[in-house]
T-cell receptor
Framework: EAGVTQSPTHLIKTRGQQATLRCSPI?????VYWYQQALGLGLQFLLW???????NRGNFPPRFSGRQFPNYSSELNVNALELEDSALYLC??????????????FGSGTQLSVL | SQQGEEDPQALSIQEGENATMNCSYK?????LQWYRQNSGRGLVHLIL?????REKHSGRLRVTLDTSKKSSSLLITASRAADTASYFC????????FGTGTRLQVFP
C-alpha cells in the first residue's frame, strides 16, 4: 500500500512568486493536513481538509491557501512568496474523517526554498 | 502557539542507555501522541495514549500521561544508534498541535 506522497521533493522559487505543493493521501483516507516546519523548529499547523472542505486553518496569512480534490488529493498554494516561507512543508492524512484526534500518516515533505 | 513543549530540547546518550523525554501541554486533551522524525523527513507515529490512560507500552517505548499535571513522558529503553531522531509530542485541541521536539542523539 502506498504511503502519503508529496511532490515536488524540492522547490526553489524567488520572492514574490507562487508555489504549488501537492499531496496524495493514503488510499481510503479522506482527511489531509498541511504543516510548515521551518529549520530547527516544530511543526506549525496550516490547514486541514476533510471530505473536500476546509475544516480548520492555522494562524497563517491568506496568501497560504489550498484545496482538496474529489479524489482526496490536495494542493497547497503559497502566493507572493517571502523569504521566511522557506521551510519543509509536510502533508499528512488520516483514516478518521471529521476528527483530529487520531493517528496521522506523514509524507516526506516538500522543501521549499525562497531566494 | 505551541500546545506542547518538549523537554529537554536535546539529549545525547550512549547506546544501551535509557532516554526520557517530557512533554507539557496547556489545555485539556482527548489524547496525546508521540511521533518521531528522522533528519528533515516526515514524521512517523509511535504511540497514542488517551486521556483516561496513565501508561502505555509499545516494544521499547513506554509512555506515561499525567492529566493533572498536563504532562507526558516518553521513555526509550536500551537505546540504539538507530533511535537517533527528533521526537515530538502532539495534542488534540481543534487540531493536532505539535511541540517543538527533543533531538535525541544516541552514540554507538
Amino acid at each position: 500500500e502506498a504511503g502519503v506522497t508529496q511532490s515536488p521533493t524540492h522547490l526553489i522559487k524567488t520572492r514574490g512568486q507562487q508555489a504549488t505543493l501537492r499531496c496524495s493521501p493514503i488510499s481510503g483516507h479522506t482527511s489531509v493536513y498541511w504543516y510548515q516546519q521551518a529549520l530547527g523548529l516544530g511543526l506549525q499547523f496550516l490547514l486541514w481538509y476533510d471530505e473536500g472542505e476546509e475544516r480548520n486553518r492555522g494562524n497563517f496569512p491568506p496568501r497560504f491557501s489550498g484545496r482538496q480534490f474529489p479524489n482526496y488529493s490536495s494542493e497547497l498554494n503559497v502566493n507572493a512568496l517571502e523569504l521566511e516561507d522557506s521551510a519543509l512543508y509536510l502533508c499528512a492524512s488520516s483514516f478518521y474523517p471529521g476528527s483530529t484526534n487520531e493517528k496521522l500518516f506523514f509524507g516526506s515533505g516538500t522543501q521549499l526554498s525562497v531566494l | 502557539s505551541q500546545q506542547g513543549e518538549e523537554d529537554p530540547q536535546a539529549l545525547s546518550i550512549q547506546e544501551g542507555e535509557n532516554a526520557t523525554m517530557n512533554c507539557s501541554y496547556k489545555t485539556s486533551i482527548n489524547n496525546l501522541q508521540w511521533y518521531r522524525q528522522n533528519s528533515g523527513r516526515g514524521l512517523v507515529h509511535l504511540i497514542l495514549i488517551r486521556s483516561n490512560e496513565r501508561e502505555k507500552h509499545s516494544g521499547r517505548l513506554r509512555v506515561t500521561l499525567d492529566t493533572s499535571k498536563k504532562s507526558s513522558s516518553l521513555l526509550i529503553t536500551a537505546s540504539r544508534a538507530a533511535d537517533t531522531a527528533s521526537y515530538f509530542c502532539a495534542t488534540d485541541a481543534d487540531k493536532l498541535i505539535f511541540g517543538t521536539g527533543t533531538r535525541l542523539q544516541v552514540f554507538p
